[in-house]
């Protein structure tokens, strides 16, 4: 059993991690991308577990990122900018849905693969264009967890290393 990552690869691999999933999640969102590879209903592990994400929007459950999806073109694609962000290591032996064997299991990492995040972001979000759009503040929690399918020998490039099993937004 390999043991959890130290503190300092804590720190730089969540502040990485949230970093990168931050901007593409963000560009995907904006840019009316889909949004279906950061969820966990992107994954075979966590659909066999099942393992769906948690999504709620300013109090309203989505079943699933196509809702969430629906709900924003139903706002005219709405733009966020995020003015700031904050994340941190939850757990750094993550290991639900974790297959058997050297990626998944319940031993962690040294680097730090196996960690589920807890990212917070703030910003503001404009619905609308011209001078009709409305600006309001935005404060959003995601819980993100391992894509263990990204840890696979041989896996896609375009695989995300963390999905999302929670997120809550707040409009402002």
């Known amino acids: 059993m390999s043991s ?10 969540t502040s990485e991690g949230a970093q990168a999933f931050v901007e593409a999640f963000y560009h995907a969102l904006t840019n009316s991308f889909p949004l279906h590879p950061f969820y966990t209903t992107s994954s075979k592990a966590y659909n066999a577990a099942p393992l ?57 990492d040294r680097n730090g693969s196996k960690m589920s995040l807890l990212v917070q972001v703030t910003g503001r979000v404009t619905f609308g264009k011209g001078r009709d759009a409305v600006k309001k503040g935005f404060s959003e929690v995601f819980v993100l967890v391992p894509n263990w399918e990204a840890m696979a020998r041989n896996a896609p490039r375009n695989l995300r290393r963390w999905v999302i099993l929670s997120q809550n937004l707040r409009t402002l």
């Open 4 to 13: 959890i990552p130290n503190e300092e690869t804590q720190v730089r691999v």
């Open 52 to 108: 769906p994400p948690d999504i709620s929007i300013n109090g309203t459950p989505h079943p699933d990122p196509a809702s969430y999806a629906k709900l924003l073109s139903a706002h005219g694609s709405p733009r966020f900018e995020v003015e700031s962000f904050d994340a941190h290591s939850i757990n750094p032996a993550f290991n639900l849905a974790a297959p058997p064997g050297p990626t998944g299991g319940a031993s962690a």
